[in-house]
C-alpha cells in the first residue's frame, strides 16, 4: 500500500541505480521497520522512503489476508508512527489522522478507487465533482463504508450504466493501482 493508494499522490520512480535490499544476509534486519531503515539511511532513498514507509508502518499488525498478527519473521511488530507530530499506536488513531490530513484527500482518493471499481472503467475528469460530493457527505456519515458504496450505487454514472451486448468491445479499467 503506497501513497497512491491511500491520498492519491504516488511517489516519483526509485532511481535506477538503488540496488535492492540483501533479503538473504544473515546479518540483515529482521523486522520490517528495521529492513526499510536501511532505505532511509541510503540518501537517494530517504526522501520518499520517509514519507511512504509510515504507512506501511500502521498498517503492519495485519496480514496480507488482513489477520491481526504481533510478529511478522519471528520478530515483534512496532506499529507506532510519528504522523503530523502526532504519535499513532492504533488502526482507529491511524483511521483518524488519515481523514484530518490532507484536505480530504484520502477520502476522495476513497471514494474515487470505489467509483472505478463500481463503474468497472477509469475515473474520467468530469467524474470529480460527484467524488468530491460524495466524499464531503461521507462525513455525515462517520465515514462509514456502508454509506459510501450506497452512495456509489445511487449515483447517476453507476445507475446508467449499460451493459455491453454481444458484439460490443469491452475495455476493462485497471483497477490494481
Not at 135 to 144: A, C, Q, V
Amino acid at each position: 500500500m503506497g501513497l497512491r493508494s491511500l491520498l492519491g499522490s504516488p511517489p516519483p520512480p526509485a532511481p535506477a541505480n538503488v540496488p535492492p535490499l540483501d533479503e538473504n544476509d544473515a546479518a540483515a534486519p529482521t523486522s520490517l521497520r528495521e529492513r526499510m531503515e536501511a532505505h532511509r539511511n541510503n540518501p537517494v532513498c530517504a526522501a520518499c522512503h520517509r514519507r511512504m514507509d509510515p504507512l506501511g508502518f500502521a498498517l503492519e499488525h495485519f496480514d496480507a489476508i488482513g489477520r491481526w498478527r504481533d510478529t511478522d519473521g519471528g520478530a515483534s511488530i512496532d506499529s507506532n508512527i510519528q504522523l503530523s507530530g502526532e504519535t499513532i499506536s492504533d488502526p482507529q488513531a491511524f483511521r483518524e489522522a488519515l481523514l484530518r490530513e490532507g484536505d480530504g484527500e484520502f477520502m476522495k482518493t476513497v471514494t474515487e478507487k470505489m467509483l472505478q471499481y463500481a463503474l468497472g472503467r477509469i475515473v474520467m475528469h468530469y467524474d470529480a465533482p460527484l467524488i468530491r460530493k460524495i466524499s464531503r457527505e461521507l462525513e455525515e456519515e462517520d465515514y462509514r463504508w456502508s454509506a459510501l458504496i450506497h452512495r456509489v450505487v445511487a449515483s447517476d454514472p453507476f445507475q446508467r450504466q449499460r451493459m455491453p451486448t454481444p458484439g460490443d468491445e469491452v475495455v476493462v479499467a485497471d483497477v490494481s493501482q
